[in-house]
């Protein structure tokens, strides 16, 4: 499961044939740090002490993870990833405007902070997802 996460990162942000594009940040909100108690759950349920060399116990614990994932994701709480936050990226609730001038919204993944009228190149794949691959 570690393995397909970072595949997936990597696939993300690194391989994704997806056009990048050039924005302009109006404003940037870190909210990393604001979702204690989701992350909360997550640790608790990992401290459960599963002797995991049963199977039965083995895949009660694969249904649990994988219940919490699909909600999660159906929820747009991409943000929820601890592996992300062990790897430097930060989230960022953001008002920026386009290539065409338009003024939209997303929730954007960044190693570097993102301010107010900064310029970065990012992949947006909905508004719940994005990840800003360097500053300009």
């Known amino acids: 499961?570690?393995?397909?996460?970072?595949?997936?990162?990597?696939?993300?942000?690194?391989?994704s044939k997806q056009k990048t594009q050039k924005i302009q940040i109006v404003s940037a909100k870190e909210i990393t740090d604001q979702y204690f108690l989701q992350y909360f759950s997550l640790f608790v349920l990992f401290a459960i002490p599963l002797d995991l060399s049963y199977y039965n116990e083995f895949f009660v614990?694969?249904?649990?993870?994988v219940f919490i994932s699909i909600v999660y994701m159906n929820c747009g709480l991409?943000?929820?990833?601890p592996t992300l936050n062990i790897l430097?990226?930060?989230?960022?609730d953001t008002t920026?405007?386009?290539?065409?001038?338009?003024?939209q919204t997303a929730k954007i993944f960044s190693k570097n902070a993102l301010m107010q009228n900064q310029f970065c190149v990012v992949k947006i794949k909905n508004k719940n997802f994005a990840f800003a691959t360097k500053k300009s």
């Open 1 to 15: 499961m570690i393995i397909f996460g970072i595949v997936g990162l990597l696939w993300n942000t690194k391989f």
């Open 88 to 92: 430097g990226y930060h989230f960022y």
């Open 78 to 81: 991409y943000y929820i990833n």
């Open 61 to 65: 614990y694969i249904i649990v993870l």
């Open 96 to 103: 920026y405007i386009d290539k065409n001038g338009n003024k």
